[in-house]
């Protein structure tokens, strides 16, 4: 079954030899604002939360009556989901906040300083690079882009337009994570020669539709898609299972792995793209309307003898020196082993625990934006768009190998990972769970990507690929018209 057809194909080649054709964003978002005067904390900031049915509401909690902020406006294409917000925000500023179902509208205000974005990933870039050049500064959710070069036109605007971007990986402000990366930087456990990422969060089945169902009244489909296809809702969970849709999501890796991708890069100190990715993976187990593998392993070749190593396992499984979503750092000295967004343990050689690291919360990553909002310096964000964009396009860089890999049995001998022995023996210990959960490997179909060689400054991939020019294709996409992005950034 192809996951990538012709009509795409042709379409993101077009964009990336003529990016520079992309249309602009709407008349009155595209003024260019002059940066705001820079604040003290003794000045209100005016806050829109774009997208309230989940994370969001994480969102509001994080500015409402927090760092004198104040939340002016609620936003979502679906009305029938913003009660809570509207409730919360009404009973602690002891006013309701303004509803706008429409994005574009909140561009025109030119009260509102800051736009905070938790909708699906799909709308992330655009909404970012629009809200930039409109004023605003932009806090918006992991992971920051759909596809790589998303992420180059979003560090473009925030540089041109002075605004300060912070990417929602809170593991990046948390002082126990800083801490055990700080103990990793300083030589503590040595050179690192491999960062792992393990993504073990079990996934159910999302299930089959029959035929295509509409979507509720209450909401704004064709906003809702903005920029990607319009496609018919062949999912029960409309408001959820997007994740696991090639047009919308980027499937567990680019969900819940990039928190744990974030940290293995940070860890490694690796400053841009990897040289090289493989993925070998496949959706096992159950047989459902999701597109995206649920199990899935990517190996990153950063040279100068620093490898890394990403897993994802959809189905039940034990953990890997104790991290089920977490981290694992290899030095020639010790390892460390962070077990969850806030917390690590450093061990010797032998095993033996040497240091713990604790503390911190979702809050403090953004009081840390706030900060950077009134200091004007993005070098005072803890993930700024920079750092947000080299992490997403490892989830994204992962699925376009595994995206291009041939069909095979998981029985079946291969060559992927050679030359890295820890690849390799991932690669046996995802075989060996899949036959815990019952999966027949002689039976169970999965695909086997190419090596894909890139070269980090250009970020395009210059080898590895029957079809070069398909696979660099898929660093970008076609946007819908009235929904473009904007290269005039």
């Known amino acids: 079954m192809s996951v990538f057809h012709r009509r795409e194909f042709l379409a993101r080649t077009a964009l990336l030899a003529g990016a520079s054709a992309l249309s602009a964003v709407p008349s009155r978002a595209a003024e260019e604002t002059k940066p705001a005067k820079r604040g003290s904390a003794n000045d209100r900031l005016r806050v829109a939360v774009v997208g309230v049915n989940g994370r969001g509401m994480s969102h509001v909690g994080g500015y409402l009556g927090k760092n004198n902020c104040e939340i002016v406006a609620v936003c979502d294409c679906d009305e029938a989901v913003v009660k809570n917000a509207m409730t919360k925000v009404q009973a602690a500023q002891g006013e309701a906040p303004r509803f706008v179902q429409d994005f574009r509208k909140l561009l025109d205000d030119k009260t509102i300083d800051v736009i905070s974005v938790a909708t699906p990933n799909h709308w992330h870039a655009l ?13 918006v959710e992991k992971p920051a882009t759909h596809n790589v070069r998303e992420g180059a036109l979003m560090l473009q605007a925030a540089r041109k337009y002075d605004r300060i971007c912070q990417v929602g990986t809170q593991s990046r402000s948390t002082s126990g994570m800083r801490a055990a990366i700080d103990y990793i930087h ?34 704004d489909y064709d906003l809702w898609c903005g920029p990607a296809p319009k496609l018919a809702v062949t999912r029960k969970n409309l408001h959820y299972d997007w994740h696991w849709t090639w047009a919308y999501g980027s499937g567990d890796f680019g969900n819940q792995g990039v928190h744990e991708a974030d940290k293995a890069r940070w860890g490694l100190n690796a400053a841009g793209l990897p040289r090289s990715v493989q993925t070998v993976g496949g959706r096992f187990g159950y047989a459902d309307d999701g597109e995206t593998p649920n199990t899935e392993l990517a190996l990153y070749d950063y040279g100068n003898d620093q490898q890394m190593i990403f897993e994802v396992r959809g189905l039940d499984t034990k953990d890997y020196k104790g991290a089920k979503v977490g981290n694992i750092w290899f030095g020639d000295k010790g390892y460390v082993v962070c077990p969850s967004y806030s917390s690590g343990i450093a061990y010797d050689t032998a095993g033996n625990k040497v240091k713990e690291f604790k503390g911190g919360g979702d809050q403090s990553h953004f009081d840390n934006f706030v900060q950077a909002v009134r200091s004007g310096k993005h070098a005072d964000l803890n993930c700024d768009i920079a750092e947000g964009h080299l992490s997403a396009a490892l989830c994204h860089l992962a699925n376009i190998s595994y995206r291009l890999g041939k069909e095979t049995p998981m029985d079946a001998p291969t060559d992927a990972f050679t030359g890295c022995k820890e690849a390799g023996e991932a690669l046996a210990r995802m075989k060996a769970h899949l036959t815990d959960n019952k999966v027949d490997l002689s039976k169970a179909v999965g695909r086997v990507g190419p090596k894909l060689i890139i070269d980090p400054a250009t970020q395009k991939f210059t080898g590895g690929a029957d079809d070069l020019a398909k696979a660099n294709a898929m660093l970008f996409r076609e946007y819908r018209k009235g929904f473009d992005i904007s290269e005039a950034v």
């Open 127 to 139: 909404m970012a690079v629009w809200a930039m050049r409109a004023g605003k500064h932009v806090y």
């Open 186 to 219: 300083t030589g503590n456990i040595g050179k690192v020669s491999v960062a792992y990422g393990t993504c073990y969060k079990p996934r159910k089945s999302i299930g089959k539709v029959t035929a295509p169902t509409n979507p509720p009244a209450t909401m």
